[in-house]
């Protein structure tokens, strides 16, 4: 069982129950916005009763109300690959061993591509990569409801020229792609298990595949979930992406038309295009 969002043929994007790629709707929960009002107890409940079948596509998974955001330097690799790239390698290290995790804002609903679509690299750097993620889904009541596959599209020139165009580096337009769908919470497997595997597919090459596990995180996700809410308020829940255990190294960079492909054991593959975004759009 999976938790899907659909674009319907009324132009409305349906939250949905999905089994053996049949979609059903659950009373009362029309939107992502609303299941996220729910306790885990009682979406769990409503998962298995009230259902109606609905057509649709499937559409990233994320809704007008809901933020995405981002933790970092979360893995070992990720602290090593930021070293590697920035003129001033010592703040990673620091953030590695803090106490305190480096959260940002990464994207909203109209930025996030979902599986099979578009994601873009910036014209304006010369370098871009992408961070293969697992994202969590918390509903306003501070639960961990779901899981889903993040990537976390990241402009390594501009991020390593200096920390603090971060935001220029992270959030642009098909800078996250968000997907495929979102794993209940109570199916995941225990993270040690939760094998994370990315690859770029250039033509009939792979110039870049590697692995890691969601066991490999240096966060605990309670960690991450309580330094998330401090001073915030997330009334229509939250998702968070956790951060990268694979990055590709300083040789390896994104085209326009590379292909990435992203699996989690027990969440499921996010396959994007990439396509170059220019200064203006149309």
Known sequence: MKFSVLHTAHAQYRFAVTVDGQHRTIDG???LTEALQLSLAELKDASTQGLHQIQGELAPPISPEVELWGAGV????SRDARKE???VPDVYQLVYEADRPEIFFKSTGVRTRGADDAIGIRYDSEASVPEPEVA??????REIIGYAICNDVTA??????????????????GSTSL???ITPAWLVPPAKEMAIKAKIVRGKTTPWEAETSFGMLNR???DLVDYLFRCQDFPYGVILSTGTGIVPPLDVSLLAGDIVEISVAGVGTLSNIVEVIPEKRK
Not at 74 to 77: A, E
Not at 136 to 141: A, G, L
């Open 29 to 31: 929960v029309p939107t």
């Open 74 to 77: 979360t893995y070992l690799r």
């Open 85 to 87: 790239e920035s003129g």
């Open 136 to 141: 969590i889904y918390i509903n306003k009541h």
């Open 156 to 173: 390594r020139t501009i991020e390593g020229e200096n920390p603090l165009y971060l935001s220029q580096a992270k959030i642009y337009i």
């Open 179 to 181: 997907g495929p769908d």
């Open 220 to 222: 605990t996700l309670e």
